[in-house]
T-cell receptor, first 111, second 110 residues
Framework: GQQLNQSPQSMFIQEGEDVSMNCTSS?????WLWYKQDPGEGPVLLIA?????ELTSNGRLTAQFGITRKDSFLNISASIPSDVGIYFC???????????FGQGTELSVKP | EAQVTQNPRYLITVTGKKLTVTCSQN?????MSWYRQDPGLGLRQIYY???????DKGDVPEGYKVSRKEKRNFPLILESPSPNQTSLYFC?????????FGQGTRLTVV
């Protein structure tokens, strides 16, 4: 079935560094979503992308919808300790509402 | 406040003892679903519901049941839990393409 491949699986960075992660699919998506999961909590939507080539920011976060519609990128600038968590990409499986998730990127930030 | 509420947050039970995890949303969303999260496997969909009285299997439905008698509630039922169902469970509701998640239920079956 459809799969999303997310990389890297984990990152250990120093506070203040920029972070980049990406997600690729074997099939075309018309929406890309990026979620963050804080330890012990449910995923929370960070950014939603609806158009190929779209670049959207949410504070220090910037995400892009790849022009091939098969990939997406999330960048975090000037990381801070509260950025720690797992970041998931997701895309709709069909029109009904089902989402497919990437495996997640676990981010650790050293103060 | 718009939210998805799951209960309980933590549950330890014994093999074979039936349990129900409740989920309620106050956003009038039609689509609701259940996911389980396991290390290295990400989020996998168990069951979903596109509206009242309409439910269908997700990717990993074995050992689970659901019901959707009202729009706001979507309970997850484990008739005879087994240790391989030890996991972190999330309920989600969505309108369109964005999903909103509950805080999760950490289930341990011993």
């Amino acid at each position: 079935g459809q799969q999303l491949n997310q990389s890297p699986q984990s990152m250990f960075i120093q506070e203040g560094e920029d972070v980049s992660m990406n997600c690729t699919s074997s099939s075309i998506f018309n929406t890309w979503l990026w979620y963050k999961q804080d330890p012990g909590e449910g995923p929370v939507l960070l950014i939603a992308l609806y158009k190929a080539g779209e670049l959207t920011s949410n504070g220090r976060l910037t995400a892009q919808f790849g022009i091939t519609r098969k990939d997406s990128f999330l960048n975090i600038s000037a990381s801070i300790p509260s950025d720690v968590g797992i970041y998931f990409c997701a895309g709709p499986y069909n029109q009904g509402g089902k989402l497919i998730f990437g495996q997640g990127t676990e981010l650790s930030v050293k103060p | 406040e718009a939210q998805v509420t799951q209960n309980p947050r933590y549950l330890i039970t014994v093999t074979g003892k039936k349990l129900t995890v409740t989920c309620s949303q106050n956003m009038n969303h039609e689509y609701m679903s259940w996911y389980r999260q396991d290390p290295g496997l990400g989020l996998r969909q168990i069951y979903y519901s596109m509206n009242v009285e309409v439910t269908d299997k997700g990717d990993v439905p074995e050992g689970y049941k659901v019901s959707r008698k009202e729009k706001r509630n979507f309970p997850l039922i484990l008739e005879s839990p087994s240790p391989n169902q030890t996991s972190l469970y999330f309920c989600a509701s969505s309108l369109g393409r964005e999903a909103f998640f509950g805080q999760g239920t950490r289930l341990t079956v011993v």
